[in-house]
């Protein structure tokens, strides 16, 4: 096992070198950098007077460099670094990334990872509440299933979750803020932020409350999709063991309805389940929905990940990616560690 953890260690260097030349080499033929967006900001600001230099900004646009002196062009060449090489600036981005070094945002102008930091606990909170809510009701609702297997309740409850599942989330949420988000029929739930602007002022119990309060919705919208594919795992890997002959021996011995599925079922059933633990809680704390944290006015990695991709904020995107790629890596490798200790059968080891 320890060779297997080593040989994958080693090919994470590659994958991750590969998957950021490929998106430095893409970022390279994007037009309108960072240069020519602030080159866009100044022509902006001389036409007028500085008062659409945000604006200008905001849009995007670039109109030439018509207006601004070549030396002032090279000066901003020089501080975003454009005026070395590609494969300098490549292999020097990689070198402080290395180091945990991705430098600062060109659009909010402050450290990129104080950014993230800043917008982490949105994402945090959407990622997390919705990786609990499905685990805790998906898999007592498909045990349920697979022992009813064929009967009412089980078909209803398929249907339930299958038409929860066919429903965006974005769509569901901007239902939600119809219903219960004062929007045209009751005013129940806050439509934006984590917290209200008195929170600050609220006792301990009232700070909870309040941010419960401002969670229903869109811990609601971001669910109810996902309880579909979890249930349904959870129900055809109990319904695969409940027919095998095991079961069959252990409830010829005498053994009680449930103590053959949670004594002997469940943990045989449980293993594709527990395998994916580790990516579901892992990616959980950075999980970013664009479209829920922007119905719900929620400032979350989502919406960093969009506006940098919009302002060609390349700091971000770049470090975003170097992040994610390299956790998502490292996720595979703890799932396959998770696999084995669950099941002892498996090995990855080459058979000699």
């Known amino acids: 096992m320890l060779s297997y953890i080593f040989r994958r260690l080693l090919l994470m260097i590659p994958t991750l070198f590969g998957v950021?030349?490929?998106?430095?080499l893409v970022i390279q033929f994007v037009p309108g950098g960072p240069v020519e967006r602030m080159v866009s900001l100044l022509e902006k600001?001389?036409?007028s007077g500085g008062g659409e230099v945000a604006a200008s900004a905001s849009a995007g646009r670039y109109r030439g460099a018509a207006g601004l002196d070549p030396e002032q062009i090279d000066q901003l060449r020089r501080l975003y670094g454009f005026d070395r090489p590609p494969m300098e600036r490549f292999f020097l981005m990689m070198w402080n990334y290395l180091r945990f070094d991705f430098g600062d945002s060109y659009y909010y102008h402050r450290s990129v990872i104080d950014l993230v930091m800043e917008k982490m606990p949105v994402s945090i909170s959407l990622g997390l509440w919705t990786f609990f809510l499905t685990y805790l009701v998906?898999?007592?609702l498909g045990i349920r299933k697979a022992v009813?297997?064929?009967?009412?309740?089980?078909s209803w409850t398929s249907t339930v979750i299958l038409a929860g599942y066919s429903i965006p989330g974005f769509v569901l949420g901007i239902l939600l803020i119809v219903l219960f988000g004062g929007g045209s029929f009751w005013n129940l739930f806050p439509m934006r932020g984590l917290v209200s602007d008195h929170w600050q002022e609220l006792s301990l119990m009232g700070k909870i409350l309040d941010y419960l309060w401002h969670m229903v919705l869109p811990i609601t919208a971001s669910v109810v999709g996902s309880f579909a594919v979890m249930t349904m795992l959870t129900k055809n890997s109990f319904l695969e063991e409940i027919s095998r002959q095991y079961v069959l021996t252990a409830r010829a011995k005498g053994l009680g309805e449930n103590a053959?599925?949670?004594r002997h079922v469940f943990r045989n059933a449980m293993i594709p389940l527990v395998t994916g633990f580790p990516g579901s809680f892992v990616s959980a704390f950075f999980s970013g929905s664009l479209l829920i944290e922007t119905i719900f006015s929620l400032d979350g990695l989502g919406l960093l990940g969009y506006e940098s991709v919009i302002n060609r904020d390349y700091p971000v995107v770049?470090?975003?990616?170097?992040f994610f790629t390299l956790l998502g890596l490292l996720t595979k490798l703890l799932t396959d560690i998770v696999y084995v200790m669950v099941d002892p059968r498996i090995t990855f080891d080459k058979a000699k």
């Open 20 to 24: 950021m030349a490929v998106t430095f």
């Open 45 to 47: 600001g001389h036409q």
């Open 138 to 140: 998906s898999i007592p």
């Open 148 to 154: 009813r297997h064929q009967t009412r309740f089980d």
């Open 260 to 262: 053959v599925l949670y």
């Open 318 to 322: 770049m470090a975003s990616l170097y």
